[in-house]
């Protein structure tokens, strides 16, 4: 009877903490947006766009820590903050109001505005590059295909679907009127490198564990150029089902990265007409 009592114990115990810890229904959908913003991105050109995933912007003032953004696109001439909201149903809000109302089915219920959130995202990045000139800055929320939307159109803040998100960089990026230069453009991708690295004492202590090596900065410049750091060729992009890799062009080099920050020296193609 004893034994009874104490496995019925443990079975309510361990029920009880699988429904306590799970993640949020949310927290998954979330995660499987941002998987799937990753996947249409990686239709961009990666010799002219630079990906960032999962970036943490310092803050200028003491008052805040800073700003998690979901994804940084470094384009040729323009440079887009990508906010993603993976939620069904439909979704309607105004440029003024704090809070948007979500519908799925007979229930609402109210959500920071996404575009007030993306908009403090571009002012972090204003403020740390205060060089580049603001048209430079796109502000993207990247929703479902399934999403209805009922939002007031917004200067300056664009709502696109996951499967017209890679469309959309390239026509906003091609319509700008002159291209980032290379120093520009290095500033960005330097500072986006530095702060993909920072990590939390448990992650580092995990990396750690698992034999991670931090990319070193200079190796990552050098690929920027198209050459590879350890013998000096020349690189090429080859695709996988996994996304694209850089691997030297001499056969008896075994060097081989995914792609990164590889257009960070290289001076972007004229569009002014000849």
């Given at each position: 009877m004893e034994i009874v009592f104490v496995v019925a114990l443990i079975f309510i115990?361990?029920?009880?903490?699988?429904?306590?810890?799970?993640?949020?229904?949310?927290y998954v959908r979330g995660k499987q947006g941002h998987f799937i913003v990753q996947g249409a991105l990686r239709l961009l050109d990666p010799m002219q766009y630079d990906i960032y995933h999962d970036i943490t912007v310092p803050s200028t003032s003491q008052a805040s820590v800073g700003c998690q953004v979901d994804h940084v696109v470094v384009g040729p001439a323009a440079i887009f903050i990508i906010e993603t909201t993976n939620i069904q149903g439909a979704l309607h809000?105004?440029?003024?109001?704090?809070?948007?109302?979500?519908?799925?089915?007979?229930?609402?219920?109210?959500?920071y505005s996404p575009h007030r959130q993306n908009t403090s995202h571009i002012k972090a990045f204003r403020q740390a590059f205060p060089d580049l000139p603001k048209e430079v800055w796109f502000s993207v929320i990247a929703v479902p295909n399934s999403l209805r939307l009922y939002v007031e159109e917004i200067a300056g803040s664009h709502?696109?679907?996951?499967?017209?998100?890679?469309?959309?960089?390239?026509?906003?990026n091609g319509h700008m009127p002159r291209p980032l230069s290379a120093l520009e453009r290095e500033s960005v991708?330097?500072?986006?490198?530095?702060?993909?690295?920072?990590?939390?004492l448990a992650r580092w202590w995990i990396w750690k564990r698992l034999g991670h090596k931090k990319r070193d900065l200079s190796k990552s410049l050098a690929v920027a150029n198209g050459r590879c750091?350890?013998?000096?060729?020349?690189?090429?992009?080859?695709?996988?089902?996994?996304g694209s890799k850089m691997i030297c062009t001499r056969t008896s080099c075994a060097f081989s990265t995914n792609v990164l920050a590889m257009t960070a020296l290289r001076q972007p193609e004229d569009r002014s007409e000849s």
């Open positions: 115990t361990i029920t009880i903490l699988f429904l306590v810890l799970r993640p949020h229904d949310a809000g105004k440029r003024k109001d704090m809070y948007w109302t979500h519908v799925i089915g007979l229930q609402k219920k109210r959500i709502i696109v679907q996951f499967s017209h998100l890679s469309e959309f960089i390239t026509r906003a991708i330097r500072a986006m490198i530095r702060w993909r690295r920072r990590r939390t750091p350890v013998c000096g060729n020349t690189l090429e992009v080859v695709r996988d089902d996994h």
